[in-house]
């Protein structure tokens, strides 16, 4: 017995020291690691690099016909006259961006105020859940959504505000069907989620000591709002208005569906037709491909639009730099003051009560009656303010499943479409299934587009995933606090902000007007498209996943002699793991739903074998096709096939929230 007991130690030192020697031999395998990652991460340099040089190269002739100044402020955009000036597009994507804003911003404060502050616990998850919702409807659904249901129903209330506020500059005048003011409308709805998810995160962070101070000194609910909280949150708020400014700066098919197409000249009022640089883009790009000079001036606003939204972006994320170190100096604040406490000396300066009002004893009666009249308007109008931020997506989802569910059949998701719609002849049988009729009443289904979808998300998911995983991992691994992981996660910060559709042009003029791959529109093509798209969303998905992996497990692997590569692929990715699939699970689900990116590069509404090699059709592309269509059983098909995208891209946003609840390291 005796003698057990001391060869058992013996015997676990010798399978020790034989598992470290065993580990210690792959460590020659970490320089080739680190190398490996490095060149992964500068490839994002070499990327960006030749993307601003592409976007430059192919509009300097533009810019040398014109001049800088003159084609980014003469308001002649005349493509018949050889006319580019880009000040009349320039000025409706600002115009349509600051009337989603003043509709948007105050919606989304009042419900992150509504969620951190005054919803009951229980209900919190649900209304910021559904809100999230919003995020994951695609562009393409909003503009069908906006153009067929939203747009005839509101156009009286249009009129109606014309004719009574026409002494307002730029109110007046005839209402047009398609005008700013209902695209502003619909990018309010699509920017609400994201300012509303930047103000949550930011209001959470205010110390509760300090609102309860504040509660204890007899300041009302509202009060306590207004004097902590607002000002706490500040810069985060600011820095999520920029973030909802430069999506909306940068949407594309939701504006073009919706903003009418007239770039003569700046319309008289909100209630006009004009165009955006998006919008133009997208509409005018098939016709540009015989006049390589209005190709040019095409890719110069498709540069402009980069430069404006880099621009909003670099200051959106410097306001939330702002706030996080204003938290930082904030906690630093909280312990000097409790350890001055604990020591027994007084709080320095006013701080925080010199902001709770403290009415005259004689009025205290009057003024208490009022600061409560306030407190339950004020808390009233934020519950209404959330109700109205919900409205849109119970509205949307309600009139896509009446009008969508109508068309949904058997034959609709086994046949492709053909006729008016179908835009080519299926004489290619796809995936050998029996040739529809032509006639215009049967228009035929999606299968074409459902497919296609899969094939094209799928080839940028299966290359762009472990690229962006691998991007992260360098930067949290080996480029934390180094000038170059810091360069590199800024070069991320500057994909993030690019809009999809310039991408799309990117891909557009580097792949298919060069014909590379024999062909000009490929499926393939879409996939480099929306890879770029994906790549700077997976990267910032894994990165914070990847830091919550406790520095324990790597400091104990490590002190046991496991490679850094071994601990990398042994602990830190497999305890990662949930969170690095909802990262890419919601990267596919926002590639799923662009449509921009598929119409530059694999065609539009088309019929023909699913060969990645040749056109593809896609579900984004098929609604976008069917919802300029003149025809009603073509718009009945854009409602199955919008009502079919939604459900696809909700099912891939719940696999991913219930994943990352799986994610959550302790």
Do not use: C
Not at 50 to 58: H, Q
Not at 538 to 545: A, K, Q
Not at 556 to 575: C, D, E, N
């Amino acid at each position: 017995m005796e003698s057990s007991t001391v060869k058992a130690p013996t015997d676990s030192g010798a399978r020790l020291r034989d598992h470290l020697a065993r580990t210690k031999t792959g460590s020659w395998l970490d320089p080739w690691v680190k190398g490996g990652l490095t060149v992964l991460a500068g490839l994002i340099f070499v990327l960006l690099a030749y993307f601003l040089i592409k976007l430059f190269v192919e509009s300097r002739p533009v810019f040398s016909a014109y001049g800088v100044w003159d084609f980014v402020f003469k308001a002649d955009w005349l493509p018949g006259q050889n006319l580019y000036g880009a000040g009349a597009l320039v000025a409706g994507t600002f115009i349509t961006a600051a009337i989603a804003l003043v509709i948007g911003v105050p919606i989304a404060v009042a419900t992150a105020l509504f969620v951190t502050e005054l919803a009951p616990v229980r209900f919190r998850g649900l209304i910021s859940g559904t809100l999230e919702l919003l995020a994951a409807v695609p562009s393409v659904v909003y503009g069908l959504w906006g153009f067929l249901f939203l747009a005839p129903k509101i156009k009286p209330i249009e009129q109606w505000f014309a004719d009574t506020f026409s002494f307002i500059p730029f109110v007046g005048g005839e209402v047009s069907g398609p005008n700013y003011f209902i695209t502003g409308l619909i990018l309010a709805i699509m920017i609400i989620p994201i300012v509303s998810a930047i103000s949550r995160e930011v209001m959470a962070t205010v110390p509760q000591d300090q609102k309860e101070a504040a509660l204890a000194l007899g300041a009302t609910r509202w009060e306590m709002i207004r004097s902590t909280v607002l000002p706490y949150s500040r810069a985060g708020i600011v820095g999520g208005s920029m973030l909802g400014l430069g999506r909306a700066l940068g949407e594309t098919i939701a504006v073009a569906i919706l903003i009418g197409g007239a770039t003569s000249g700046v319309g008289d009022s909100i209630f006009s037709a004009g165009s955006t640089l998006a919008s133009v883009i997208a509409l005018e790009f098939q016709e540009a491909t015989a006049s390589p000079e209005h190709r040019a001036a095409l890719i110069g606003a498709g540069l402009l639009l980069f430069a404006v939204t880099l621009v909003i972006n670099a200051v959106a994320r410097g306001y939330i730099s702002r706030s996080e170190s204003r938290l930082v100096r904030a906690e630093k604040q909280a312990k000097a003051a409790v350890a001055a406490a604990e020591r027994g000396e007084a709080p320095k300066g006013p701080g925080l009560l010199a902001s709770i009002p403290r009415p005259h004893l004689p009025e205290l009666v009057t003024s208490l009656k009022g600061r409560q009249r306030v407190d339950v308007i004020a808390r009233r109008s934020v519950g209404a303010l959330t109700g109205v931020a919900l409205l849109p997506l119970v509205a949307l989802l309600g009139f896509l499943i009446v009008r969508g569910g109508g068309a949904i059949s058997w034959d609709f998701f086994t046949t492709d479409p053909t006729g008016a719609a179908g835009a080519v002849s299926n004489a290619n049988r796809f995936l050998g299934g029996d040739a529809a009729a032509t006639a215009t009443q049967n228009l035929g289904g999606i299968r074409s587009a459902i497919v296609g979808s899969i094939e094209v998300v799928g080839i940028a998911a299966i290359v762009v995933v472990p690229i962006g995983i691998a991007v992260a991992v360098y930067l949290v691994e080996y480029g934390q606090g180094t000038w170059f992981g810091n360069f590199v996660r800024y070069l991320v910060d500057v994909m993030t902000g690019v809009p999809s559709v310039v991408f799309g042009l990117f891909v557009y003029i580097s792949l298919v007007v060069s014909q590379v791959g024999g062909v000009p529109f490929a499926g393939w093509k879409a996939s480099v498209a929306l890879g770029l798209l994906m790549l700077p969303i997976v990267i910032n998905s894994s990165l914070p996943v990847l830091r919550l992996v406790p520095s324990a497990l790597r400091e104990a692997a490590l002190a046991l002699g496991v490679p850094r590569w071994k601990v990398i692929l042994r602990i830190v990715l497999p305890t990662a793991l949930p969170g690095l699939v909802t990262g890419a699970l919601l990267a596919i689900a926002r590639a799923a739903g662009e449509t921009a990116p598929i119409i530059f590069t694999a065609g539009v509404a088309t019929a023909l074998v699913g060969d990645p090699n040749g056109p593809l059709n896609t579900l984004p592309a098929q609604i976008y096709a069917d919802v300029t269509a003149s025809s009603s059983a073509q718009h009945d098909r854009a409602w199955g096939a919008a009502l079919t995208l939604v459900v696809l891209i909700l099912l891939l946003s719940l696999v991913a929230r219930l994943a990352q609840r799986r994610s959550r390291i302790s």
